[in-house]
């Protein structure tokens, strides 16, 4: 059974840092990673995904990598601005259409 | 745009009462999928339809009914719900098809915040 893991579950920057986010999961038999922001009562918002077969994709200020083999994905974040501050959620998908997200971890951007 | 609808963005039921929330999506993916979410959670995956196939998840209680009627909409039915079933209720559609722009991404909707008294 997929579980994904990310760490840490709560990180406060000031404005203008450059941030490292942090996901783990444990089958590294995964079609895809899909990295996720969810502000308060809201719905998800898609940022980036990558397949299986890339290391990396970027937009904009955001920069995903994965490392398959060590069931690792990083989600960087570029100079840190007070709207970055939302809940990062990843999750690891098959290609059967299954998805297993981690708790997320919540960014304060402080101005 | 393109997106995913679901209505209504609050529900609010009595206990054992039947609800049902809705879901659409103009996308045309052949892909869709409820989960619930609560507070400070990852969302949990309920059950998904692949085309017209049904795909539950083993854990989800048989309270929880699914219905897609057509590509377009999907719903979901919680028979009797109970204090431990108000949640957010998340709609996600995604495209398997392999000449899309990023097969299997999945896109959600706002989400139902479900109270039950």
């Known amino acids: 059974k997929q579980e994904v893991t990310q760490i840490p579950a709560a990180l406060s920057v000031p404005e203008g840092e450059n941030l490292v986010l942090n996901c783990s999961f444990t089958?590294?038999?995964?079609?895809?990673l899909q990295w996720f922001r969810q502000d308060p009562g809201k719905g998800l918002t898609s940022l980036l995904l990558?397949?299986?077969?890339?290391r990396e994709q970027t937009s904009g200020r955001l920069n995903a990598s994965l490392d398959k083999s060590s069931g690792r994905s990083t989600l960087y974040i570029a100079a840190s601005q007070p709207g970055d501050s939302a809940t990062y959620l990843c999750?690891?998908?098959?290609?059967?259409?299954?998805?297993?997200f981690g708790d997320g971890t919540t960014l304060t951007v402080k101005p | 745009d393109a997106m995913v609808i679901q209505n209504p963005r609050y529900q609010v039921t009595q206990f054992g009462k039947p609800v049902t929330l809705s879901c659409s999506q103009t996308l045309n993916h052949n892909v869709m999928y409820w989960y619930q979410q609560k507070s400070s959670q990852a969302p949990k995956l309920l059950f998904h339809?692949?085309?017209?196939?049904?795909?539950n998840e083993a854990d989800t209680p048989d309270n929880f009914q699914s219905r897609r009627p057509n590509t377009s909409f999907c719903f979901l039915d919680i028979r009797s719900p109970g204090l431990g079933d108000a949640a957010m209720y998340l709609c996600?559609?995604?495209?398997?098809?392999?000449?899309?722009?990023?097969?299997?991404?999945?896109?959600f909707g706002p989400g139902t915040r479900l109270t039950v008294l």
């Open positions: 999750a690891a998908n098959t290609n059967a259409g299954k998805s297993t």
């Open positions: 990558i397949q299986s077969s890339q």
């Open positions: 339809y692949y085309d017209k196939d049904f795909n």
């Open positions: 089958d590294s038999a995964i079609y895809n």
């Open positions: 996600a559609t995604s495209s398997t098809y392999l000449g899309d722009r990023a097969p299997n991404e999945q896109f």
